[in-house]
């Protein structure tokens, strides 16, 4: 495996590109006891579109979801989660729009645990019993979600911001959607997608990186195999569909998330650089430390559950923020005219060595977390970039690149706004 030393955070990562396509990288933690790997192919809840062995596919939503449940299963009636805790390990897994991770953490037996890993995300076992019993488990976790005020708050707002792109779908899909799943849907879906060559073997701990290649060597076989290739996602206008949407639900108070439409990143280096300063504009705008957040928060339109960051998911993105607040159209009009005064003002230099120098601790401080580390590892890999290089990047940005990127995306035309009131409000 080759390694890559970055002197300024103190990390080395090797990496490497089996015969079979699938990418491994080890980030080597000297002296810790934990270790932490993640498996995960680059295939979510928005691709649905799909060519695969000379045919085109289109998948129900729900499928990546659904496919994540039931890769759990094994045959002979095997138990993967108690065998993981047999070993004392924990794994788990989850499901986003544009991924799909497996993992566990040990401190104890890890390379039987990589093999565990490797082997069953790798061992598709469906049958129509199991899918059948399992969509009646899905179909309940749809439920759960629809009384879940933070899932719900979401949900409306991709519904009422985008027109075309599938985002506007949970990616649990829904009771109707899951139904048209299949055991031969699953099949071909993770023939398509869970081949090496779609896919990404990150571990974070104090292991010899060539152990873990040949276990992958082991394990996965040296065959290059097709990957199914997703159909361009659709072209989104930056307006927004709507400009507000309201849900009556048993809160205590009214919750609101605010997004500003952004065009979609794309891959490599030029697009994660857009990424830090869009980071960079919602610190500015209404970070912590920001003269808007502190004002608003004395004159009590928000509280300490007011947050915001940029989000970025194959195909789309945006510039978010959200809380509780009593008045929420006031917290979205304050943000406007913020936006206005910094694009028409820019950013004092102070102001903005400061926002850099604490954006950039923050994200060194992500390192300390194994399960940070090795998933940022993964997803800017299949974003094209090396994560590690993030302090370049940010020392490279000029504070008039963030000014022009509030007054291009902070505006009216782009804003949607998403509340849920108490049912008292009604």
Same mark, same amino acid.
């Given at each position: 495996?080759?390694?890559?030393?970055?002197?300024?955070?103190?990390?080395?990562?090797?990496?490497?590109?089996?015969?079979?396509?699938?990418?491994?990288?080890?980030?080597?933690?000297?002296?810790?006891?934990?270790?932490?790997?993640?498996?995960?192919?680059?295939?979510?809840?928005?691709?649905?579109?799909?060519?695969?062995?000379?045919?085109?596919?289109?998948?129900?939503?729900?499928?990546?979801?659904?496919?994540?449940?039931?890769?759990?299963?094994?045959?002979?009636?095997?138990?993967?989660?108690?065998?993981?805790?047999?070993?004392?390990?924990?794994?788990?897994?989850?499901?986003?729009?544009?991924?799909?991770?497996?993992?566990?953490?040990?401190?104890?037996?890890?390379?039987?645990?990589?093999?565990?890993?490797?082997?069953?995300?790798?061992?598709?076992?469906?049958?129509?019993?199991?899918?059948?019993?399992?969509?009646?488990?899905?179909?309940?976790?749809?439920?759960?979600?629809?009384?879940?005020?933070?899932?719900?708050?979401?949900?409306?707002?991709?519904?009422?911001?985008?027109?075309?792109?599938?985002?506007?779908?949970?990616?649990?899909?829904?009771?109707?959607?899951?139904?048209?799943?299949?055991?031969?849907?699953?099949?071909?879906?993770?023939?398509?997608?869970?081949?090496?060559?779609?896919?990404?073997?990150?571990?974070?701990?104090?292991?010899?990186?060539?152990?873990?290649?040949?276990?992958?060597?082991?394990?996965?076989?040296?065959?290059?195999?097709?990957?199914?290739?997703?159909?361009?996602?659709?072209?989104?206008?930056?307006?927004?569909?709507?400009?507000?949407?309201?849900?009556?639900?048993?809160?205590?108070?009214?919750?609101?998330?605010?997004?500003?439409?952004?065009?979609?990143?794309?891959?490599?280096?030029?697009?994660?650089?857009?990424?830090?300063?869009?980071?960079?504009?919602?610190?500015?705008?209404?970070?912590?430390?920001?003269?808007?957040?502190?004002?608003?928060?004395?004159?009590?339109?928000?509280?300490?559950?007011?947050?915001?960051?940029?989000?970025?998911?194959?195909?789309?993105?945006?510039?978010?923020?959200?809380?509780?607040?009593?008045?929420?159209?006031?917290?979205?009009?304050?943000?406007?005219?913020?936006?206005?005064?910094?694009?028409?003002?820019?950013?004092?230099?102070?102001?903005?060595?400061?926002?850099? @120098? $604490?954006?950039?601790?923050?994200? /060194? =401080?992500?390192?300390?977390?194994?399960?940070? #580390?090795?998933? &940022?590892? %993964?997803?800017?890999?299949?974003?094209?970039?090396?994560?590690?290089?993030?302090?370049?990047?940010? @020392? $490279?940005?000029?504070?008039?690149? /963030? =000014?022009?990127?509030?007054?291009?995306?902070? #505006?009216?035309? &782009?804003? %949607?706004?998403?509340?849920?009131?108490?049912?008292?409000?009604?």
């Amino acid at each position: 495996m080759i390694p890559s030393y970055y002197p300024e955070l103190d990390e080395t990562c090797y990496r490497q590109v089996l015969e079979n396509g699938l990418t491994v990288a080890v980030v080597k933690r000297k002296g810790f006891t934990k270790k932490l790997a993640y498996f995960i192919t680059d295939y979510g809840a928005i691709h649905t579109d799909f060519t695969f062995e000379g045919r085109e596919y289109h998948a129900p939503a729900g499928m990546a979801h659904y496919l994540e449940h039931k890769l759990f299963d094994m045959p002979g009636g095997r138990d993967v989660s108690a065998e993981f805790a047999a070993m004392g390990a924990m794994t788990n897994a989850f499901t986003s729009y544009d991924l799909t991770a497996y993992y566990f953490s040990c401190t104890e037996n890890f390379h039987e645990c990589l093999k565990l890993l490797l082997e069953f995300v790798s061992t598709p076992y469906f049958t129509e019993e199991s899918v059948e019993k399992e969509r009646g488990i899905i179909d309940q976790e749809i439920g759960m979600n629809q009384d879940a005020p933070d899932s719900v708050i979401f949900e409306n707002l991709m519904v009422s911001m985008f027109e075309k792109h599938p985002i506007r779908i949970p990616i649990l899909g829904t009771s109707q959607t899951i139904r048209e799943i299949t055991a031969q849907t699953l099949h071909i879906c993770h023939r398509a997608f869970y081949t090496p060559g779609n896919m990404l073997l990150c571990v974070v701990g104090d292991v010899e990186p060539e152990e873990v290649t040949a276990l992958a060597r082991q394990m996965l076989g040296s065959e290059k195999k097709e990957v199914g290739k997703k159909q361009p996602l659709p072209q989104e206008s930056m307006t927004t569909a709507e400009k507000e949407t309201c849900r009556i639900m048993e809160v205590a108070m009214p919750m609101f998330n605010l997004a500003f439409k952004c065009e979609p990143l794309g891959l490599g280096d030029e697009a994660i650089r857009r990424e830090m300063v869009a980071d960079l504009a919602a610190e500015a705008l209404f970070g912590e430390s920001s003269e808007l957040y502190l004002r608003l928060y004395e004159e009590g339109l928000i509280d300490s559950s007011f947050g915001g960051g940029f989000e970025t998911i194959d195909g789309c993105a945006m510039l978010m923020c959200s809380g509780d607040s009593d008045m929420p159209e006031h917290v979205r009009t304050a943000i406007l005219e913020q936006a206005e005064r910094i694009a028409a003002e820019g950013i004092e230099e102070a102001a903005f060595l400061r926002m850099k @120098r $604490s954006a950039l601790g923050r994200r /060194i =401080r992500q390192l300390d977390s194994f399960d940070g #580390t090795c998933f &940022r590892v %993964c997803a800017y890999h299949f974003s094209g970039f090396d994560y590690f290089r993030f302090p370049e990047v940010y @020392r $490279s940005i000029e504070k008039e690149e /963030i =000014r022009k990127f509030i007054a291009d995306i902070v #505006t009216a035309d &782009r804003s %949607c706004l998403s509340v849920i009131r108490p049912v008292e409000e009604k």
